[in-house]
């Protein structure tokens, strides 16, 4: 659907349910809307797209959002100062939610394994600790991703990284776009519309109250 498209849908699905009530929206106000109903189904199926289970259910969900996964290959890492061993790249700009990555090293490739910022002090080298690694350890801060290599293995600015990840929807505005496509896959458009009229029936009902 377009994003005019988007608009007259949720207009009917508005007026079917409360054809009794008259609450006309700006258009600024309805892409809100429409925009906060997108972000808010992506989050619902990155939540379940990394299940490790083949289940019907997972695949529908990489289904879902197969038009917003992409792969990307980050080069020209720099090497970061205040952990040992390890190089940082910028995420791309469009970079929203990470799935999976692998570093090139040597010519030789690992897959990553994501960290929490908590979990850093196990994994970096130190007079104590010499590790090795099957998986290079990651951590996502800001607009950065870093990979801490082990003792084994000396990353350097010629390190590589392929990121696979969800990236952000396009913005819905109707003023500016409104023969633009709604960048989720097609099949998942009328959900959008449908979350959208709920959001939009709780604020008339709200405003009826008041």
Request: glycine content about 2%.
């Amino acid at each position: 659907m377009t994003t005019a498209q988007l608009h007259v849908g949720v207009n009917l699905g508005v007026q079917k349910v409360a054809s009794n009530v008259r609450d006309d929206f700006l258009p600024q106000e309805m892409d809100y809307y429409l925009n906060e109903s997108v972000n808010d189904y992506i989050k619902q199926q990155y939540s379940a797209i990394k299940a490790e289970d083949r289940n019907i259910e997972g695949q529908y969900v990489n289904e879902n959002l197969r038009t917003l996964i992409t792969t990307a290959e980050l080069s020209n890492s720099s090497v970061v100062d205040y952990l040992p061993n390890t190089v940082e790249s910028n995420l791309p700009n469009d970079y929203l939610y990470y799935i999976f990555s692998r570093t090139k090293n040597d010519g030789h490739w690992f897959s990553n394994r994501r960290l929490e910022p908590k979990a850093i002090k196990d994994y970096v080298e130190s007079e104590s600790n010499s590790p090795q690694f099957r998986e290079f350890p990651i951590l996502i801060q800001n607009d950065k991703v870093l990979v801490i290599g082990d003792a084994v293995n000396i990353l350097s600015e010629n390190t590589e990284l392929v990121l696979t990840y969800v990236k952000e929807p396009n913005e819905i505005d109707f003023v500016q776009r409104p023969n633009e496509q709604l960048t989720l896959p097609l099949h998942t458009h009328t959900e959008i519309v449908n979350l959208t009229t709920d959001k939009l029936l709780t604020v008339i009902q709200g405003r009826r109250e008041q």
